[in-house]
Each structure stands twice: as structure tokens, then as C-alpha cells.
């Protein structure tokens, strides 16, 4: 059975980091594409970056790239997502997603598998 738990979210003030832990249980990580997600309030989940389970690819959304890193130990049981000069419009619920396949994608309906959530609240 596959898990996802997602932690590390917390309250943070503007100009500050963050990094988020999802820890993975009962996949096959070499058939594996591994993504995070967030949803604000109001608003339809949205891609943040992915990452192949080898981590030898990643992608980002564009308005994010410098600002938010993806990866992977090498125990590839735990990929992560270092958030800095967090923003009050970064404030969301953030998601560990993982999608069976080789290729990275940013649409949500290619996920199979979501952790529960993270709420990250960045105060201004």
C-alpha cells in the first residue's frame, strides 16, 4: 500500500525558509515521478515542481524556479521541497504526490497517489 506523509509546515514570516519532508512507503521508486502540489483558499491545486525518482530530472513552475528547490535522499525514501524568501501569496496547503511512469508532468490528474497535506502560512 502506498503512503505519503507530507511534514514540516508551519507558520514563517515573509523573507523566511522552510523545508518540507514527504516520506514515501510501498512504491517502486524506479517507475515512480515524484511531485509537489499546494492549494490556497478559493483556489484549484497547482503544481509546484517534480522530480524523478532517480533525481536526475526536475521541473519547477516558472514563477517559482530560485526561489523553491526539489529532492530526493539517496535512501530515495524522502524527497523534499526547500522553500526560501517565502511570500504571504506562497500561504497554501502544500502536497507530496506520486505518479507511476518515468516522465515528469505538472497536470494533477496524472498523480495516483496524495499525502494528506501540509499547511504552510507565511505571515507578511
Known amino acids: 500500500q502506498v503512503q505519503l506523509v507530507e511534514s514540516g509546515g508551519e507558520l514563517v514570516q515573509a523573507g523566511g525558509s522552510l523545508r518540507l519532508s514527504c516520506a514515501a512507503s510501498g512504491l517502486t521508486f524506479s517507475n515512480y515521478v515524484m511531485g509537489w502540489f499546494r492549494q490556497a483558499p478559493g483556489k484549484d491545486r497547482e503544481f509546484v515542481a517534480g522530480?524523478?525518482?532517480?533525481?536526475?530530472?526536475?521541473d519547477y513552475t516558472d514563477s517559482l524556479k530560485g526561489r523553491f528547490t526539489i529532492s530526493r535522499n539517496t535512501a530515495k525514501t524522502t524527497m523534499y521541497l526547500q522553500m526560501n524568501s517565502l511570500k504571504p501569496e506562497d500561504t497554501a496547503v502544500y502536497y507530496c504526490?506520486?505518479?507511476?511512469?518515468?516522465?515528469?508532468?505538472?497536470?494533477?490528474?496524472?498523480?495516483?497517489?496524495w499525502g494528506q497535506g501540509t499547511q504552510v502560512t507565511v505571515s507578511s
Open positions: 504526490a506520486g505518479r507511476r511512469g518515468l516522465y515528469l508532468s505538472r497536470a494533477v490528474s496524472d498523480y495516483n497517489y
Open positions: 522530480i524523478t525518482w532517480s533525481g536526475y530530472s526536475t
